[in-house]
């Protein structure tokens, strides 16, 4: 479960975000997007970012989890559209030529402090 | 109050990988990552692999495994020199990241291999999330397997760049269409080069080795 890997660099990444003059703060929020064709489940994904983040700067910190959806443009004929499921041929010529607009994000956007 | 991070998480991956690269292109290096699901013939596909191409290229295996060497046992009777890492103290076992294949690089002399082979661990989920810095990614196939598993897991068949459709010689045998996987293979992933080989008996055995010796020539210039 890789999942675990990629809660700690998300735990990481919004420690160091937190500003040194504002520590120690309750971070409330971690705003996170995932796009639907990343290998990320957002249930494990929250499972281990709580396990993972008790005793760090983020403690008690809720992930908030953005779903990306899955965005491709045909390269032969340039039409673009919102894939419901994992067929990349494309809906208007049948090119298997597809290239990925969205989808495979796994961002931080931003985190949510006390005040 | 909310501040702005905007960052990939990834990143740290990213940027070990990209060292990784790096270092195969400096020594003239061609990297492939090797990745299936758990039985799938991917280590019969390797030591033949490795046997065929011995007289040609110098070749090299990091092997990712959970935690036993029975892989990398099997892959150093070829005579490459093989590097097995475990990837328990990973924190997730199910993947290599590009630091723990830039450790295990850090044990062959570069210089001396054409073709790195990086055995990843048996898992159709999440090495396809991790970029280690190869040239190439494989994803193993058998004909074992379900049909539909191209869009059970299309991120894994959408990131890689060729596809090895093994166990053809079982065909006879099964109630397996070969034509379903490879359309479905085809939908996740258009135009995708497939190879349909038996890793066992080496039939279909010469595309692949192709694949692999183009690549080998273009990366070492030769
Ligand atoms: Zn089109």
Redo the contacts with the bound molecule.
């Keep these: 479960m890789h999942e675990m890997g990629i809660a700690l660099q998300i735990i990481e990444i919004a420690a160091a975000s937190i500003p040194a003059e504002m520590k120690p703060v309750q971070v409330e929020t971690i705003r996170i997007r995932v796009g639907k064709m990343s290998a990320v489940i957002p249930e494990n994904l929250n499972f281990c970012f709580e396990v993972a983040s008790k005793d760090t700067d983020v403690e008690g910190a809720t992930l908030c989890i953005d779903e990306v959806p899955v965005v491709a443009r045909?390269?032969?004929?340039?039409?673009q559209w919102t894939l419901s499921g994992p067929a990349f041929r494309?809906?208007?010529?049948?090119?298997g030529?597809?290239e990925l607009i969205s989808g495979q994000e796994l961002d931080i956007v931003s985190i949510e402090i006390a005040t | 109050m909310e501040i702005q991070v905007v960052k990939k998480v990834l990143d740290a991956n990213l940027t070990v990988a990209n060292q990784n690269r790096d270092r195969f292109s400096r020594h003239c290096v061609f990297a492939i990552n090797v990745m299936s699901s758990p039985g799938s013939g991917k280590t019969t596909l390797l030591e033949k692999t490795l046997t065929r191409l011995a007289p040609e290229f110098r070749a090299g295996v990091v092997v990712g495994d959970v935690s036993t060497t029975h892989d990398a046992e099997r892959l150093a009777r070829s005579g490459a020199p093989v590097v097995q890492v475990n990837t328990d103290e990973f924190g997730g076992d199910c993947h290599l990241a590009a630091h723990v294949v830039a450790s295990a690089i850090d044990r062959f002399d570069l210089d001396q291999l054409d073709l790195l082979i990086i055995e990843n661990v048996g898992n159709l989920v999440c090495p396809a999330e991790f970029d280690i810095g190869e040239d190439a990614k494989v994803v193993v196939l058998s004909v074992t397997e379900g049909e539909d598993k191209p869009v059970k897991y299309p991120l894994m068949f959408r990131v890689c760049d060729v596809a090895v459709l093994n166990k053809i010689d079982l065909l006879p045998y099964l109630d397996y269409d070969r034509n379903a996987a490879i359309d479905y293979i085809h939908q996740v992933h258009g135009g995708m080069p497939i190879f349909e080989l038996s890793a066992k008996s080496e039939a279909g055995f010469e595309g692949w080795l192709d694949w692999l010796r183009n690549g080998i020539r273009r990366k070492i210039g030769g």
């Design positions: 045909c390269k032969s004929c340039n039409h494309c809906e208007s010529c049948q090119s030529d597809i």
